[in-house]
């Protein structure tokens, strides 16, 4: 599939929103975060700031922008349908937690546990959206769902833990919450490129056409004499030397630089180690957009079997 740009930037900056608003919404009765309302502020600022930034890039590839408002009528069959619901609805109690927070010096648990369960809701519902998607083999299966919020989990708690640190706070509890977050998104991440890789083909060339019974299929002419919308975007490829690259570049700057940053952080000066939280955050942003553009690029489309490909 042709990586639309927008789509790369939407759920990824979404998923980090949404993952820091979720963690903030289960510790902030925890000494785990600062009492500061300007802790509050700063944190729900990003967070939203975040997900706004993505839900608004989201929209950059559709022809028709200002029909985006029907996506949320069909919420009972559309997993599109479904995220938009959820994150609209969202912003919510994350207002009422925010306000009472940040005015009143107030933490309301069960307006942070709504913020919590509208942010998981609407991850999920994105990841569903191409995990519900028959004809994408490379996402449609059950590593889809998790990876996506694995990933908004790992980013979301490294945000959450730089900000923790600018505020003067290092509570051990919070590192190691974002160790093991960063170890299990890296474990769910190749779990997904190992079942990709051996997943017997779910439809072949044979299988498409009906012709199987007599033999091997072969194309014997292009349909088109030039490239179409359908080979443009339904049969972008990316050669396997590129795409072992960037694997590569995703999993040293999603896991293995924040993890480092994050387990010798007790053994920094208080100034090297906020240094080293931010640079923890911005690393895995980074390596989870290479990731996700890999998500798409090596995704295939089956349209692609009367092209000429003989399996997906």
């Known amino acids: 599939m042709h990586p639309a740009g927008s789509v790369i930037w939407f759920t990824t900056l979404s998923g980090a929103g949404y993952g820091t608003l979720f963690l903030l919404g289960l510790l902030a009765g925890t000494p785990l975060l600062p009492d500061s309302r300007w802790f509050a502020f700063a944190t729900l600022a990003l967070g939203l700031g975040l997900v706004t930034t993505g839900l608004v890039s989201s929209t950059l590839h559709l022809s028709h922008r200002e029909r985006a408002w029907r996506a949320f009528s069909q919420w009972r069959t559309s997993w599109l349908s479904r995220e938009g619901v959820f994150s609209v609805a969202g912003f919510i109690p994350a207002g009422v937690f925010g306000i009472a927070w940040v005015f009143f010096g107030h933490r309301l648990a069960w307006a942070g546990w709504l913020m919590a369960a509208f942010a998981i809701a609407t991850v999920y519902s994105t990841a569903m959206i191409y995990a519900s998607l028959k004809p994408i083999p490379r996402w449609h299966n059950p590593w889809v769902a998790p990876n996506y919020l694995l990933l908004a989990l790992m980013t979301g708690s490294l945000l959450l833990r730089a900000l923790v640190a600018l505020f003067g706070l290092y509570p051990d509890a919070l590192r190691m919450l974002s160790a093991a977050a960063i170890l299990v998104a890296a474990a769910g991440k190749l779990a997904y490129w190992w079942h990709i890789a051996r997943a017997a083909p ?111």
């Open 202 to 312: 779910a439809a072949t060339a044979e299988s498409a056409t009906g012709l199987g019974a007599l033999g091997r299929v072969r194309l014997l002419e292009a349909p088109h004499t030039e490239e179409n919308y359908l080979l443009k975007e339904m049969g972008f490829r990316i050669a396997r030397k590129h795409a072992t690259r960037l694997r590569g570049i995703a999993l040293l700057f999603a896991f293995v630089l924040p993890l480092v940053l994050t387990a010798t952080a007790p053994l920094l000066s208080p100034a090297v180690a906020d240094f080293a939280a931010v640079l923890a955050a911005v690393a895995a942003m980074l390596g989870v957009l290479v990731e996700r553009w890999l998500f798409f690029a090596e995704a295939k489309h089956s349209v692609i079997l009367y092209y000429g490909a003989s399996a997906v």
